[in-house]
T-cell receptor
Framework: DTAVSQTPKYLVTQMGNDKSIKCEQNLGHDTMYWYKQDSKKFLKIMFSYNNKELIINETVPNRFSPKSPDKAHLNLHINSLELGDSAVYFC????????????FGNGTRLTVT | KQEVTQIPAALSVPEGENLVLNCSFTDSAIYNLQWFRQDPGKGLTSLLLIQSSQREQTSGRLNASLDKSSGRSTLYIAASQPGDSATYLCAVIGSGTYKYIFGTGTRLKVLA
């Protein structure tokens, strides 16, 4: 009965490859996010969707492309992976756009070699 | 530009002690503030959410206060336990934005 689930948990790949991370929530939320946590544990917003509409698109390389097929899913595709993309990527969801608690997945640790 | 700072960066206390974690933000025009805990290798768990109109929220041994005008929030943990050991983060969302801005975190260790 996991609320926010991400797959895979670990992802090890070589520079230049393309990879995807998937996120699903069963909380009935209408807003989902992707966050990046760097090696210093700092969390930074990347994207957010509300009812499948993109509402936050931070300054990230256009190699990163989110896709929300429905309100319960938010995927992240990364093209031409670089060493600096190594980090932990967290998916989160909430009800509405700002007044409710955020619920996080357990993260995907991406290592680019 | 909103900046969120948490002091101290790390804290080690003996079991049973009451403690206070601090969170400061530069722009007082916030909609709400949340406190989270993060266990190693895990995602964040929301502990308390304080709306901008509220002064404090309580959940069990946790009490969070908010002083919006001074740009400060504190998380008070009563009678700390080893199970409280984790990294604690605060995050604020501005009145005119959808983005939560996270603090740098306080790594807490409660010694048995």
């Amino acid at each position: 009965d996991t609320a926010v689930s991400q797959t895979p948990k670990y992802l090890v790949t070589q520079m230049g490859n393309d990879k995807s991370i998937k996120c699903e929530q069963n909380l009935g939320h209408d807003t989902m996010y992707w966050y990046k946590q760097d090696s210093k544990k700092f969390l930074k917003i990347m994207f957010s969707y509300n009812n499948k509409e993109l509402i936050i698109n931070e300054t990230v390389p256009n190699r990163f492309s989110p896709k929300s097929p429905d309100k319960a899913h938010l995927n992240l595709h990364i093209n031409s992976l670089e060493l600096g993309d190594s980090a932990v990527y967290f998916c989160a969801s909430t009800h509405g756009t700002r007044g409710s608690p955020l619920h996080f997945g357990n993260g995907t640790r991406l290592t680019v070699t | 530009k909103q900046e969120v700072t948490q002091i101290p960066a790390a804290l080690s206390v003996p079991e049973g002690e009451n403690l206070v974690l601090n969170c400061s933000f530069t722009d007082s025009a916030i909609y709400n503030l949340q406190w989270f805990r993060q266990d190693p290798g895990k995602g964040l768990t929301s502990l308390l959410l304080i709306q901008s109109s509220q002064r404090e929220q309580t959940s069990g041994r946790l009490n969070a206060s908010l002083d919006k005008s001074s740009g400060r929030s504190t998380l008070y943990i009563a009678a700390s336990q080893p199970g409280d050991s984790a990294t604690y983060l605060c995050a604020v969302i501005g009145s005119g934005t959808y983005k939560y801005i996270f603090g740098t975190g306080t790594r807490l260790k409660v010694l048995a």
